[in-house]
């Protein structure tokens, strides 16, 4: 059956499939130990969710969002340009999409790393649930204000990528600054970028605008 359809509800809008697979994207996890590492004391995972005629990792297995791996569970990608899709212009995806999976798949045991997912969601497994579904578009910023830092390099403007990290530090909701810093510590520079020319910069800015 396709993901959504027969459903009032995509298995994507429930918090506890974010809190699922982000939480297995960077290794093999239990539900057990998902609720452990979050301090969640109680087995809710295991429950069924309203709405759902199953328990949502068995939907998770069953529509290829999550695989075994032994007693474990593991992410799986190639769902995320189709998801991707919905969240940004269809032009960015055809042109960057492959690119930006390539990043999340080479990347993934920094951007899913269990410390910097609590960085980022202020150890609130709540915040997750809530703001989890937004991780893809952080990362995307991610790599779009490198792409803008690099560039600043090269035309003597380099207070301005300075400004933009200031204004980070507004977004109350998750601590995007610090998650940030910790993915340029662990990640290779090189794999940063989406663009290499200004004027793919400006093109990719005036598309998203």
């Known amino acids: 059956m396709e993901r959504g359809k027969g459903r009032e509800k995509k298995v994507e809008n429930y918090g506890n499939f974010w809190l ?22 109680t087995n809710y995972l295991y429950h069924r969710e309203r709405g759902l005629k199953k328990r949502i990792s068995e939907i998770m297995l069953q529509e290829n969002y999550i695989e075994r791996k032994g007693k474990n569970l593991i992410a799986k990608f190639d769902w995320v340009p189709t998801y991707l899709s919905r969240q940004l212009p269809e032009i960015v ?17 920094a951007i899913f790393d269990l ?12 915040l997750l649930k809530k703001y989890g579904r937004h991780l893809f578009s952080y990362i995307f ?15 003597r403007a380099e207070h301005i990528p300075k400004v933009f990290k200031f204004m980070l530090k507004f977004s109350t909701e998750v601590n995007l600054v610090k998650y940030f810093e910790r993915l340029e510590e662990r990640i290779k520079r090189e794999d940063f970028f989406l663009v290499e020319k200004l004027e793919e910069w400006l093109e990719l800015v005036e598309i998203l605008s």
């Open 20 to 41: 699922i697979w982000l939480s297995c994207a960077s290794k093999p996890k239990s539900l057990f130990q998902i609720q452990f590492e979050w301090g969640i004391s």
């Open 93 to 109: 995806i055809k042109k960057y999409g492959r690119k930006f999976l390539t990043f999340l798949v080479n990347n993934r045991q």
């Open 141 to 155: 910023l991610f790599m779009f204000l490198a792409d803008f830092s690099k560039l600043s390099q090269k035309y």
């Open 115 to 126: 410390g910097n997912l609590k960085i980022l969601f202020k150890n609130d497994p709540s």
